[in-house]
């Protein structure tokens, strides 16, 4: 009977370490099935997720930054070619005119002539316009 007995007792020892193992196990399970602790594995996993994607981003953008600006810069005018037709002319308009007023200030003495000759036209037209 001594035998069997200290056998029935490891029995019990081991289904109580097994029940343990199993109540500690389910309680983790509990845990990590709780709403906050899946959203912030989620969120984890997504974090990872984005932090791989943008340094492989970084790199591919340190090995090929000419043809990335390139293509970034002709998605920006794709992007915005409905404005651009219609106030790149009138600003080329206005950037001409500026220029053209700059240089008259750089060259002032090309201007005056400029004047006198306007002048000496209109002045040449008047006698045809009398003969009419």
Known sequence: MPGSRNRLINAARRSM?????????????????????????GKYR?????????????????DNRLPIAVAAVAGLA???????????????D?????????????????AADADDTATATDEMEKPDEAAE
């Open 17 to 41: 370490i097994q029940r343990a193992e199993l109540q500690r196990k389910l309680g983790a399970a509990r845990s990590a099935f709780k709403p906050k602790a899946l959203l912030d594995r």
């Open 94 to 110: 206005k950037l001409r005119d500026l220029i053209e007023s700059g240089l008259d200030k750089i060259r002032p003495g090309d």
């Open 78 to 92: 794709w992007i915005f070619r409905e404005p651009i037709r219609e106030y790149v002319p009138r600003a080329a």
């Open 46 to 62: 997504i974090e990872t997720k984005i932090d791989d994607t943008a340094h492989a981003a970084r790199q591919q953008f340190r």
